[in-house]
């Protein structure tokens, strides 16, 4: 789903978020029923293109862990309706990109279990939602962070890799990179919420919203 440069997203009156984000917001880009709608439809897809392969759930920490946990649950329940038990095991990343609004140059890579276990399997990411940003004619992505974790994954020779997104960014950086599903695609805005954080609030926000100018001075570190 693409969402365009003009779009003036939803008036924040039209829905409840926490109060002590009031005044730190500009609007609603995405709510959460379309959210949740869109993952359900990614886990499909996902699901009719695995196959009979185990999964290794890897998820990006700490943005990713809602939409891998929704999406994880998808999975799960479109396995206990079919026929075909789909069997998944979930990891832990983190890779730390961002200070305040601004990517940094230099990714770490933290945390994970014995990664050897990826290989033979079928190694599928859940991605931080703010790792692709995408160009708006050529379709093509930066993904210069993900790009670090799976030349590490490589290493171990999985079966298949897939990486899985619900927002790609528009953005005049491109080098080629796209996630193989995405929800939204979306312009070149800083967003908050569904776990997607500003130096760790709006976490606990569940629309995704575009943050404003004071909202961004009030929580600047």
């Known amino acids: 789903i693409q969402i365009s440069d003009n779009w003036p997203g939803y008036s924040l009156d039209l829905f409840t978020y926490p109060q002590h984000y009031y005044g730190d917001l500009e609007y609603v880009l995405i709510p ?30 700490k943005g990713g862990y809602k939409f891998c946990a929704d999406l994880v649950e998808h999975i799960k329940n479109l396995s206990r309706n079919s026929e075909r038990f789909i069997s998944m095991k979930v990891d832990f990343v983190r890779l730390k990109s961002y200070h305040n609004d601004q990517s940094m140059q230099d990714m770490q890579i933290m945390g994970g279990d014995d990664l050897s276990k990826l290989t033979g399997k079928v190694s599928f990411l859940c991605v931080l939602l703010t790792l692709f940003f995408m160009f708006c004619k050529d379709i093509v992505g930066t993904g210069r962070t993900m790009k670090v974790l799976l030349n590490t994954i490589e290493k171990y020779k999985p079966k298949m890799i897939k990486v899985a997104s619900l927002l790609v960014k528009r953005t005049s950086r491109p080098d080629g990179y796209r996630p193989d599903y995405y929800g939204f695609e979306i312009p070149d805005l800083f967003v908050v919420g569904y776990a997607l954080d500003y130096n760790e609030h709006f976490r606990d926000l569940n629309h995704i919203c575009v943050i404003n100018d004071h909202g961004k001075a009030k929580y600047r570190v």
């Open 32 to 61: 959460h029923g379309i959210i949740v709608d869109r993952t359900e439809r990614l886990a499909k897809d996902i699901v009719q293109d695995i196959g009979d392969n185990d999964i290794v759930v890897l998820c990006v920490l």
